[in-house]
């Protein structure tokens, strides 16, 4: 994605934008969607994140996946047909990997996609090509 907006800054700007609903839309939905951690969760401490949560487990972060919501992004944002192939298998594998690995539930891969391509599309009903 970096590389094709370096080509062509009108897709880094969409994707910003987008991203800025994105995240608003991810702030409102954990807010309004508390869910408990899946059973059999195995908490991670990230080394960065331990300077600004205090080596905190962060396990309410679920609603929706953050994850599979900027790689779907960058599949909505790419142009090239490889581009988008390889950015859509990579989303389907993340999916698939974190619902393995229960880091999240079904309904927060599976929103994540429909969320953020609506994100999208009003990213682009306000002018952002």
């Given at each position: 994605?970096?590389?094709?907006?370096?080509?062509?800054p009108?897709?880094?700007?969409?994707?910003?934008?987008?991203?800025?609903?994105?995240?608003?839309?991810?702030?409102?939905?954990?807010?309004?969607?508390?869910?408990?951690?899946?059973?059999?969760l195995?908490?991670?401490?990230?080394?960065?994140?331990?300077?600004?949560?205090?080596?905190?487990?962060?396990?309410?972060?679920?609603?929706?996946?953050?994850?599979?919501?900027?790689?779907f992004?960058?599949?909505?944002?790419?142009?090239?047909?490889?581009?988008?192939?390889?950015?859509?298998?990579?989303?389907?594998?993340?999916?698939?990997?974190?619902l393995?690995?229960?880091?999240?539930?079904?309904?927060?891969?599976?929103?994540?996609?429909?969320?953020?391509?609506?994100?999208?599309?009003?990213?682009?009903?306000?002018?952002?090509?």
């Open positions: 994605m970096v590389i094709r907006t370096l080509y062509k009108d897709l880094g700007i969409t994707y910003l934008w987008t991203m800025i609903f994105v995240c608003i839309a991810r702030f409102i939905t954990l807010t309004l969607v508390n869910l408990d951690p899946p059973a059999g195995i908490p991670l401490v990230d080394p960065l994140t331990g300077y600004f949560y205090g080596h905190a487990a962060i396990t309410k972060d679920l609603f929706f996946s953050g994850h599979t919501s900027t790689l992004l960058i599949y909505l944002n790419l142009e090239r047909k490889s581009d988008k192939r390889v950015a859509i298998a990579a989303t389907i594998v993340l999916m698939f990997l974190l393995v690995q229960h880091i999240h539930y079904t309904m927060d891969v599976l929103a994540a996609p429909v969320i953020v391509y609506c994100c999208y599309r009003f990213t682009k009903a306000l002018g952002f090509k």
